[in-house]
C-alpha cells in the first residue's frame, strides 16, 4: 500500500521470487510460505488492479504461478479473468490473457511459448479453474480431413513425394491446432462475456501477438458461418457465433 508504485513494484518482484522457487526451499521455508500466502493474496489481487498499470501488470503475473494462482478464491480468481475484458491499459489485459491462457484454458493453451513461460514452467502447469476445453471432435480423422480441405481450398494440386507429405501434415496439424484455440477462446467468450460482447475488441487485442490462430481467417470464417461448423453434434451457437 505504499504511495510510491516503485516501490509497490519491488514489493511484488520479492514476493514472486519467492514463490517461483518455492521448491528449492526446505519443507519447514515452503510450509511457512504457503501459510504466508494465504495473507497475502489479497493484497496482490488488490494490486492487480491498482492505479499504476506497471504495478497491476506485475501483480497479475506474479498471481499466474501455480502455487498462487490455485489458492485464489473463486471471486479472487474472477476478478483477475475480468481484467482481461476490464482494463483499460492494455498491458494489463495483455497479463490477464496470460493468466487466463495458464489457468482458464485446457493445455496447451492458445498462447505461443513466449512471455507467459517463464512464470507458468516456475512450478509446473498447476489446477486447471473452470476449464475451457476445445470441442471434443477436435483432432479426430474427419477433422483433420476438412481442415486440409479449407487449408487447399480453390486448389487440386497434387502433393509431391518424402518432404512435401511431412510439410503438409504439419499443416493441417497447424490448423488443427488452431481450430481448437478458436474454439477455446469462443467457448471463454460465451462462459464469461455472454451479456458483454461488445468488449470483445479488448479480449482479442489481449491476445493478440501471443495466439497465432487469431490470424488465420479462413479458419474463423468457417467456425463461425452456420452449417460450416458442428460442435457436440449441434451448429455452433448464436453466441459464440457473434462473439
Known amino acids: ?8 513494484m519491488k514489493a511484488i518482484a520479492l514476493v514472486e521470487g519467492w514463490y517461483a522457487d518455492i521448491d528449492r526451499h526446505s519443507e ?3 510450509e511457512h510460505l504457503l501459510i504466508f ?5 489479497p493484497h496482490l489481487v488488490q494490486r492487480a488492479g491498482d492505479v499504476d498499470a506497471n504495478v497491476a501488470a506485475a501483480a497479475i503475473k506474479c498471481l499466474r504461478l501455480p502455487v498462487l494462482a490455485e489458492r485464489l478464491e473463486d471471486r479472487e480468481f474472477d476478478d483477475v479473468v475480468n481484467l482481461c475484458p476490464g482494463s483499460a491499459d492494455l498491458a494489463v489485459r495483455k497479463e490477464a490473457g496470460y493468466f487466463i491462457n495458464s489457468h482458464v484454458f485446457s493445455e496447451p493453451g492458445i498462447c505461443a511459448e513466449s512471455g507467459q ?3 507458468a514452467s516456475a512450478t509446473g502447469p498447476g489446477k486447471k479453474r473452470k476449464l475451457v476445453k476445445p470441442d471434443e471432435n477436435a483432432g479426430e480423422e474427419d477433422d483433420a480431413t476438412e481442415a486440409a480441405k479449407r487449408a487447399r481450398t480453390g486448389e487440386d494440386d497434387e502433393q509431391a513425394a518424402g518432404s512435401a507429405k511431412e510439410t503438409d501434415i504439419s499443416s493441417v496439424e ?3 491446432q488452431s481450430e481448437t484455440s478458436i474454439s477455446m477462446l469462443l467457448a471463454y467468450l460465451d462462459d464469461y462475456m455472454g451479456d458483454r460482447l ?3 475488441e479488448r479480449v482479442v487485442s489481449a491476445f493478440w501477438g501471443s495466439a497465432p490462430a487469431l490470424s488465420h481467417w479462413g479458419i474463423m470464417v468457417s467456425l463461425c458461418i452456420e452449417g460450416e461448423h458442428v460442435e457436440d453434434g449441434q451448429v455452433l451457437s448464436v453466441q ?4
Not at 500500500?1 to 509497490?8: G, K, L, S, T, W
Not at 459464440?240 to 462473439?243: C, E, V
Open 1 to 8: 500500500h505504499d504511495p510510491a508504485a516503485e516501490v509497490r
Open 28 to 30: 519447514d521455508i515452503k
Open 37 to 41: 500466502a494465504e495473507q497475502i493474496l
Open 117 to 119: 513461460a517463464a512464470a
Open 174 to 176: 497447424a490448423l488443427l
Open 198 to 200: 461488445q468488449l470483445v
Open 240 to 243: 459464440k457465433r457473434l462473439a
